[in-house]
């Protein structure tokens, strides 16, 4: 599975726009991009994932160049209870059975 | 989505002992995974589990050390055996999504210490 790096940590306030970046530049063309929100004391839950342009869902939006080499995730409007670790995860899983997580960004939304 | 559950929560044991992790699934799945993830740390995969099948271990992990059982399609056990400190960790289950492999369900993990 490609390798992503992404911020250790961000800080955001409540109703702000948070925008949390990946990078994956050895990215498979068969690969696909996900992400998963893992809060304190809980399993990680997938909340998005695409392969290229944008993707929307009612949590978040995932926004994904044409070299496909980075990705950014957007979570519209923080509210204290997206406090978590974001994790970008890579690969075709379609034909893999593994989930390989990075160290994901510890986002802290303050009031 | 599936629902999963995992037995006990938590629990504290005293090196040289083991303990047996269970995880339980509402609906019948394919495959299950173990992770790892240590205090502060992220997710690491011990194993695969497929019913019916030896479990399948990443580098790193020996089946002595961590025996699984898959006697069904809801259900798997982890072993840590012969603990020490260092296997204190969160201890997570997880499942394929109905989906397919494009998305896996976390169960909320066992917060294990070892003293």
């Known amino acids: 599975l490609a390798k992503t790096t992404q911020p250790i940590s961000m800080d955001s306030y409540e109703g702000q726009e948070v925008n949390i970046t990946c990078s994956h530049n050895n990215i498979a063309t068969n690969d696909y991009i996900t992400w998963y929100q893992q809060f304190p004391s809980q399993g990680p839950r997938f909340i998005i994932q695409?392969?290229?342009t944008k993707v929307t869902n009612e949590v978040a939006s995932l926004f994904i160049p044409a070299d496909r080499k980075s990705s950014t995730l957007s979570l519209p409007r923080v509210s204290l209870s997206d406090t978590a670790v974001y994790y970008c995860l890579v690969g075709d899983l379609r034909n893999t059975d593994k989930l390989i997580f990075g160290t994901g960004t510890r986002l802290q939304v303050f009031p | 989505s599936a629902v999963i559950s995992q037995k006990p929560s938590r629990d504290i044991c005293q090196r040289g002992t083991s303990l047996t992790i269970q995880c339980q699934v509402d609906s019948q799945v394919t495959m299950m995974f173990w992770y790892r993830q240590q205090p502060g740390q992220s997710l690491t995969l011990i194993a695969t589990?497929?019913?019916?099948?030896?479990?399948?271990?990443e580098s790193g992990f020996v089946i002595d050390k961590f025996p699984i059982s898959r006697p069904n399609l809801t259900f798997s056990t982890l072993t840590v055996s012969n603990m020490s400190p260092e296997d204190s960790s969160i201890y997570l289950c997880?499942?394929?999504?109905?989906?397919?492999?494009?998305?896996?369900?976390f169960g909320p993990g066992t917060r294990l210490l070892v003293l």
């Open positions: 997880s499942v394929e999504g109905a989906a397919g492999r494009e998305t896996q369900y």
């Open positions: 695409g392969y290229k």
């Open positions: 589990a497929n019913q019916g099948s030896e479990a399948t271990y």
